[in-house]
């Protein structure tokens, strides 16, 4: 056999250990660590509509004997380890149904979205037009400025207990809650910003138990544009880690986290804590869940965002929602806390509107 016949199958062995050898090479640091963790980024969609461009022409040419059929074997492992890429993750996630128009009863709808530092104040009536259709209990914004919140803070008076920080130059916050919020932390530094607080449990009826508090976490880490920023990003990532470990209460956290779900990172975070990330249990949804950039074809956004939720949490609904004049989807979730194991007739709970 030829050497140059070889070649191929060599070649194809090589990118059929891919996920092996890129899982550790992307753990590093440096450059190479940083290559890799980008190159990862982009291995889903984008990486699968190269190769099936690539395996059309290369077939064109097996098929006008100017190209040996083996050159189709790498172009096809690739593919696959971009279709693992794609499915992954939502193999080991939690499942649910479109969020309906409002909330269901007994049911905490949280909104949660990257409105943009540069969004303009004339898309944010639409954005209030928004929350009122969708009814959200809790709404959780960054990218938040001065202005943004001028406006916001004036409309959304049903949301009375709040959490702002509009002094941070890229990753302002805010946090609109109908109900209060307990136990406040934040972590802010110049290219991060993690916002802990607490939720109590909700007045019940009789025939529910009281059972602990919610815990909710939201995040919003730099992106990893270089190497040396490539280090901070998995610093906000370990802080997260760290406040989101299992403490005796239920546990939800969302955020922009600028690291797609099937990267090295993400999956490291959720095997140290325990959470799972909510998906659509619709298969096209699911394929097609990228929120960044929003002005991007929906084949080629990026799932840099979402909601994960630990074990005893029930949900109920999410959704991706368009944000007026944003670059990110937001996200929409429904969960039932107080649960239906703590009730004994959930459906006569009412919605509590401090």
């Known amino acids: 056999m030829k050497r140059s016949s070889v070649i191929p199958y060599l070649l194809t062995l090589l990118l059929l250990l891919a ?24 291995a889903g969609w984008h990486l699968l509509v190269f190769c099936l461009m690539l395996i059309g022409i290369l077939a064109t040419l097996s098929a006008r004997k100017k190209l040996n059929w083996a050159w189709l074997l790498p172009a096809t492992a690739l593919s696959i380890y971009s279709m693992v890429s794609i499915a992954g993750p939502w193999q080991m996630g939690r499942l649910a149904a479109d969020a309906e128009d409002k909330p269901s009863t007994g049911a905490l709808r949280i909104l949660h979205a990257n409105l943009y530092l540069y969004n303009s104040r004339e898309t944010l009536p639409d954005l209030v037009q928004l929350i009122q259709q969708r009814d959200p209990d809790i709404i959780i914004l960054h990218e938040l400025d001065a202005p943004h919140h001028a406006f916001l ?15 941070h130059p890229y990753f302002g916050s805010g946090i609109y809650s109908r109900l209060p919020l307990k136990n406040v932390q934040e972590i802010s530094t110049r290219i991060e910003t993690l916002v ?3 939720l109590e449990s909700w007045p019940l009826e009789e025939g529910c138990r009281g059972e602990p508090n ?3 976490i939201t995040v919003h880490p730099v992106a990893p544009f270089n190497p040396r920023i490539l280090g901070i990003h998995r610093r906000a990532l370990d802080h997260l880690a760290h406040y989101a470990k299992p403490n ?40 097609f ?28 609904g999410m959704e991706r929602v368009d944000i007026p004049g944003s670059d990110h989807q937001g996200v ?13 007739s959930l459906k006569n709970l009412q919605r509590s509107r401090p």
């Open 248 to 287: 005796g209460h239920e546990i939800l956290v969302t955020g922009d986290f600028n690291s797609v779900d099937w990267s090295r990172d993400m999956r490291l975070f959720q095997e140290r804590t325990g959470l799972r990330k909510v998906y659509s249990d619709d298969f096209l949804r699911r394929l």
């Open 289 to 316: 869940r990228g929120t960044y950039s929003a002005q991007w074809p929906d084949i080629f956004r990026l799932p840099i965002d979402g909601v994960m939720l630990s074990d005893g949490l029930n949900v109920s």
């Open 214 to 216: 919610l815990t909710v």
């Open 153 to 167: 803070g004036a409309e959304l008076l049903k949301y009375p207990h709040r959490r702002i920080n509009t002094k």
């Open 332 to 344: 929409l979730v429904d969960i039932q806390w107080p649960s239906e194991a703590n009730c004994d």
């Open 196 to 198: 802990y607080f607490e």
């Open 19 to 42: 996920p092996a050898f890129v899982q550790t090479l992307a753990g590093g640091s440096g450059i190479l660590a940083w290559a890799f963790t980008i190159a990862q980024a982009f």
